[in-house]
C-alpha cells in the first residue's frame, strides 16, 4: 500500500512538471479529463462555476469515454485542453512516440517491431512498474509493456 502511494505521488509530480513547463496560453490551471458517463447534459460544465444551456463533450480518448464536458461559453477552453492534453500529457513520458512504429520487448525477451502505443494512459502493474498498452495490428495483438522498456528502445534520437 505504501508503495502504491510513492508510485502515484511520483506520477503527480511529472505530469505537474510537464504542466509546469508547457503553460497554455489562456488557461494559468489545467483540467485534466475525466470519464464522461453519467452524467447531465444540461448546465454541466467543467470550466465555469453556473453553466446555462445545454452542455458539449470533446472526447480526448473515445474507447474509454474520456474527455471534457463544457458550456457554450467554454468551447475554447476545452479544446485548448484537448489540445494541451494530447500534446503534452497523453502517454507520459512515451507522448513523442504516439502515431509511431515502435519496437517492444516480448515476455521472451525478443525484440519486435511494428507495434504502437494504443491507450493514452499509463497504468502500474503489481509490481509498481510504469506500464503502457501497446497494439500490433499485423498480428491482431496487444499488451501491456514495461514503459522503462519502450523509452530505452525507442529514444528519441532514433526517430528523428
Not at 27 to 40: G, N
Not at 67 to 90: F, Q, R, T
Not at 132 to 157: A, E, F, M
Request: hydrophobic letters at 35%; glycine letters at 4%.
Amino acid at each position: 500500500m505504501l508503495i502504491d502511494k510513492l508510485i502515484f505521488k511520483i506520477d503527480i509530480l511529472y505530469y505537474l512538471s510537464i504542466i509546469s513547463k508547457n503553460k497554455m496560453n489562456t488557461t494559468d490551471t489545467y483540467i485534466c479529463p475525466r470519464r464522461l458517463v453519467m452524467i447531465k447534459i444540461q448546465n454541466n460544465c467543467m470550466f465555469c462555476e453556473n453553466p446555462q444551456g445545454p452542455s458539449y463533450i470533446i472526447y480526448v480518448y473515445p474507447e474509454e469515454l474520456v474527455g471534457y464536458i463544457y458550456c457554450a461559453n467554454c468551447k475554447d477552453s476545452a479544446v485548448e485542453c484537448s489540445k494541451y492534453w494530447n500534446n503534452n500529457v497523453a502517454f507520459g513520458k512515451a507522448n513523442y512516440l504516439k502515431e509511431k512504429d515502435i519496437q517492444i520487448k516480448r515476455t521472451s525477451g525478443i525484440i519486435e517491431s511494428g507495434w504502437k502505443l494504443s491507450n493514452p494512459f499509463i497504468t502500474f502493474n503489481p509490481k509498481g512498474m510504469e506500464t503502457i498498452h501497446c497494439y500490433n495490428k499485423t498480428q491482431d495483438l496487444g499488451r501491456w509493456c514495461n514503459l522503462v522498456d519502450i523509452l530505452d528502445l525507442n529514444p528519441p534520437s532514433l526517430l528523428e
